[in-house]
């Protein structure tokens, strides 16, 4: 009996049909409720939409809203091998001829045909200045020609194969790109120079490869990168932007050994970075050819 009754109470207090009650309110009693969440909503819904869009307009489509402050630009190699090391034999031109590939491919946009066409013949030696004036946007921005035959001798052109072929190899290094950076504070430009690298031989022990690095040759001239490439507003701005590149060729290698060398960018508005970034301002690849001879 107790049982039933117990039942009874249960199923009433899902619907009732005396009082004509689903879980202890009536329809109406429900509708006000399911009304209210729905207004709710819509009202949460509509506040995230109007925050949203207030937020995209203060997002300038030119320029990112936060970037690191890096005072210290990366800095690449080309030819780049997965281990940043650049290893072959003069005789198999199959070992090379990648490395000859990938310039070609690399260098193709520097053509001075490609950079006549697409960049401006900018005034050398000082910063290409493209300020916006207000909301009055300067858009878009020129870049400035950065012709391969300037990389004369590493340039592809007069030696195609980029000194691979005599052991006297070219590489290339650029610099990463950061916006707004302006490398000097002077009229003097920032330039690159590459040395033998130490490295650990023990305990409190170093050694380098500077009676294995040989003579190096830098294009263009003392390894600049001249300051009219800077500073660079971003790649919506400066859609046609070449980055400029210095070229090292190694004019006196000692084959079959390994030469660790190391890049680095001297500029007076350039920290060169610490031990923990390595890549900051500075890099370092090993080079080794191999000659049967
Ligand atoms: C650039 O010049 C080289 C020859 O110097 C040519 O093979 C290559 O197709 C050119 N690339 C472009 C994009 O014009
Ligand atoms: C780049 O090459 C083009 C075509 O030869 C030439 O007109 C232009 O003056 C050169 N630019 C620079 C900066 O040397
Ligand atoms: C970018 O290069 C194209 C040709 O490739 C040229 O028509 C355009 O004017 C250039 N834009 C700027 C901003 O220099
Ligand atoms: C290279 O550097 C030397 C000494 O620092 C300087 O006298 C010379 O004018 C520079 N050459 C070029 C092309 O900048
Ligand atoms: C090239 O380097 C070797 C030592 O590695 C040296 O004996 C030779 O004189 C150098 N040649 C030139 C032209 O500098």
């Known amino acids: 009996m107790a ?3 117990k039942k009874d109470g249960w199923k009433e207090f899902f619907w009732n049909p005396r009082t004509r009650e689903f879980c202890g309110r009536t329809a109406s009693s429900w509708g006000l409720i399911l009304l209210f969440y729905l207004a709710f909503y819509i009202f949460l819904a509509g506040l995230f939409t109007l925050t949203m869009y207030a937020m995209l307009q203060t997002l300038d489509d030119h320029k990112p809203t936060y970037q690191d402050r890096l005072s210290t630009p990366g800095m690449m190699i080309r030819p780049k091998g997965e281990q940043l090391e650049i290893d072959y034999t003069i005789d198999f031109t199959e070992t090379w001829e990648r490395y000859v590939g990938a310039l070609n491919n690399f260098l193709s946009p520097y053509n001075d045909s490609v950079q006549a066409q697409k960049n401006y013949e900018c005034k050398p030696d ?4 493209q300020e916006d004036s207000g909301s009055l946007k300067n858009f878009p921005k020129r870049s400035c020609q950065f012709n391969r035959s300037i990389l004369e001798d590493c340039s592809g052109i007069t030696d195609r194969y980029y000194g691979y072929n005599d052991g006297k190899p070219c590489i290339f290094i650029k610099l990463n790109r950061v ?9 003097n430009p920032p330039f690159v120079t590459c040395a033998a690298k130490k490295y650990k031989v023990g305990k409190d022990e170093w050694a380098d490869d500077s009676h294995k690095i040989g003579q190096l040759m830098y294009f263009p001239p003392n390894g600049t990168f001249n300051l009219m490439y800077y500073p660079y507003y971003g790649k919506k701005s400066q859609v046609n932007y070449s980055q400029p590149l210095v070229a090292i060729k190694f004019l006196n290698i000692t084959m079959n050994e390994d030469v660790n060398v190391e890049c680095k960018i001297n500029a007076n508005n350039i920290a060169v970075g610490s031990e923990r970034d390595k890549f900051a301002g500075r890099i370092s690849f090993k080079l080794r050819i191999n000659s049967r001879f």
């Open 126 to 129: 000082q910063y290409f200045i």
């Open 3 to 5: 049982k039933d009754d």
């Open 179 to 187: 916006i707004h950076l302006l490398p000097s504070a002077d009229k």
